[in-house]
C-alpha cells in the first residue's frame, strides 16, 4: 500500500501560470480534502470531496479548483497562480466517518515568483 | 462554529522531560478527538485518537484523554525524547460533516 501520493513534490511557478497538483490513495477511502499549510496558520481547507462525483467548498477556495477524476484521485488546479499561493499543500483520505483517520500524503512545496 | 485552541509554542524541554500541550475545542454534538504528528519536511500522521467521553487514546508513550466536560484532549508524554520534536496538530472531527478542525499546531523542540 502506497497510502496517498501526490505530485509533483516541488514545483515553481511564475504569477499567472496554471498547474494541476495530483493526489492519488489506494485504500479505497470515500473522502478526500486538499490543504495548505502556511507559518503560524496550521491547515486550512481548501476543498474537500465526500464521495466520488461530489466536491465542496472549504475555508480557503478562491483561486482553486478541483476534480474527483475517481474514488482514487482528487486533483487540484491553480488556473492563474499568484504570490499569496505560495504554500505547501497536502492532500489527504478518510474512509468517510467522523471516527475514521484521515491519512495525509508527503506535501506539495510550490513557489509563486 | 466549531473552533480548537492549542497552547502557543515553541515548547522547549530538555530530554526525559514530562511533556504537557493543551488542547480545548468547541463543537456540537460529540466529536472524536484526534493528535497529529508533523516530523520535518514530512505531512502529517495520527498520533492517536479518542471517539467518546472518557476513552484514553495513547501511543508512543504519548497519551491524552477525552474529557466531555471540559472539552479539553491535552496531549502528555512522560519522558520526552530528542526524536519526538516535531510539531503537534489537534484536530476534533465535526459532527455533522466529514471535516477535521485544525489548531495551528504547537512546535516541540527537545534537547539532550
Known amino acids: 500500500n502506497a497510502g496517498v501520493t501526490q505530485t509533483p513534490k516541488f514545483q515553481v511557478l511564475k504569477t499567472g501560470q496554471s498547474m494541476t497538483l495530483q493526489c492519488a490513495q489506494d485504500?479505497?477511502?470515500?473522502?478526500m480534502y486538499w490543504y495548505r499549510q502556511d507559518p503560524g496558520m496550521g491547515l486550512r481547507l481548501i476543498y474537500y470531496s465526500a464521495s466520488e462525483g461530489t466536491t465542496d467548498k472549504g475555508e480557503v477556495p478562491n483561486g482553486y479548483n478541483v476534480s474527483r477524476l475517481n474514488k482514487r484521485e482528487f486533483s487540484l488546479r491553480l488556473e492563474s497562480a499568484a504570490p499569496s499561493q505560495t504554500s505547501v499543500y497536502f492532500c489527504a483520505s478518510r474512509r468517510g466517518t467522523q471516527q475514521d483517520t484521515q491519512y495525509f500524503g508527503p506535501g506539495t512545496r510550490l513557489t509563486v515568483l | 462554529g466549531n473552533s480548537v485552541t492549542q497552547m502557543e509554542g515553541p515548547v522547549t524541554l530538555s530530554e526525559e522531560a514530562f511533556l504537557t500541550i493543551n488542547c480545548t475545542y468547541t463543537a456540537t454534538g460529540y466529536p472524536s478527538l484526534f493528535w497529529y504528528v508533523q516530523y520535518p519536511g514530512e505531512g502529517l500522521q495520527l498520533l492517536l485518537k479518542?471517539?467518546?467521553?472518557?476513552d484514553k487514546g495513547s501511543n508512543k508513550g504519548f497519551e491524552a484523554t477525552y474529557r466531555k466536560e471540559t472539552t479539553s484532549f491535552h496531549l502528555e508524554k512522560g519522558s520526552v525524547q530528542v526524536s519526538d520534536s516535531a510539531v503537534y496538530f489537534c484536530a476534533p472531527s465535526n459532527y455533522n460533516t466529514d471535516k477535521l478542525i485544525f489548531g495551528t499546531g504547537t512546535r516541540l523542540q527537545v534537547f539532550p
Open positions: 485504500m479505497n477511502h470515500n473522502s
Open positions: 479518542a471517539t467518546k467521553a472518557d
